[in-house]
């Protein structure tokens, strides 16, 4: 009789370490699968304060905030009224390191002499393009992925005006000349330099006409 309680007590001991195990590994992959889903919330967001990375993978510590490149873009919009501005490229951020041994805030893909305060950027810091008169400004993009991607830019007076990446439609409103701010802070910060001009893996082009 003492041989067999003996067993039964030895079996339901195993119990609690057993529930225990499978607690504690519940807890582990409830922790893991929070983690998860905080690295994909990152991901779609961009850059966040305290993550230390941008949506683009560059360490947001090595940004120089004042700092600009341009594009090496030839041409410029013939009027004042309507154009549109098509790039296709693709940039590699090694040789920007190399070239200038900075990363810049903002790579500039125009700063039109036509029309006044007229640009078009891609911001580091946010992942995000921004251009046009008001600004606009997209959500987050995978643009400096080692991919080629196109950026529109299409403007009306009286009209509107639209920024697309890769053909879709990622920002558009009203179009009002030299209306160029974000926020009360005027575009062309007093802070900030050119770099100098990058040669781009790819071709651009302006035209006077809309796309609607």
Request: zero cysteines; hydrophobic letters at 40%.
């Amino acid at each position: 009789m003492r041989g067999k309680g003996a067993k039964k007590r030895g079996k339901s001991g195993k119990l609690p370490n057993l529930f225990r195990n499978k607690k504690i590994t519940a807890i582990f992959g409830f922790l893991a699968l929070l983690f998860i889903i905080s690295l994909a919330a990152n991901k779609k967001q961009g850059f966040q304060a305290g993550s230390g990375v941008t949506q683009d993978g560059i360490p947001a510590k090595d940004i120089d905030q004042d700092a600009r490149l341009l594009l090496d873009v030839a041409g410029d919009f013939s009027n004042k009224d309507a154009g549109t501005f098509i790039i296709k490229v693709k940039v590699d951020m090694g040789r920007i390191v190399e070239q200038f041994q900075k990363i810049p805030r903002y790579l500039v893909f125009f700063e039109s002499k036509a029309v006044p305060s007229l640009i078009l950027r891609y911001d580091l810091w946010n992942s995000v393009i921004e251009g046009g008169s008001p600004m606009l400004r997209t959500e987050p993009v995978r643009f400096l992925d080692g991919s080629y991607h196109e950026i529109t830019y299409t403007f009306r007076v009286g009209r509107s005006q639209a920024i697309y990446f890769d053909g879709k439609k990622m920002k558009q409103d009203i179009f009002l000349p030299g209306e160029n701010f974000i926020t009360g802070t005027a575009v062309r910060d007093p802070r900030s330099y050119v770099l100098g001009k990058f040669a781009v893996d790819g071709n651009a082009a302006f035209n006077s006409s809309f796309l609607k």
